[in-house]
């Protein structure tokens, strides 16, 4: 059972990353602001972390 939670979590962990690698490539190519590029990553991984459920204890 511990199993089926942790793995939802390393898939956000990997995806947090990403994001964090797209917003800074909005940032430099002029496409976002650093705070709607940090606000839209933000909202992305909440709702990733939202739908992996509870950590695992």
Avoid: W
């Avoid at 690698?21 to 496409?31: D, I, M, P």
């Avoid at 602001?33 to 739908?51: F, G, K, R, S």
């Amino acid at each position: 059972m511990k199993s089926q939670r942790v793995f939802p979590r390393i898939a956000v962990a990997h995806s947090y990353s990403l994001k964090i690698s797209e917003a800074e490539q909005a940032v430099l190519l002029g496409q976002a602001t650093p705070e709607d590029a940090l606000n839209q990553c933000t909202t992305e991984v909440q709702a990733l972390l939202d739908a992996a459920g509870p950590p695992a204890v």
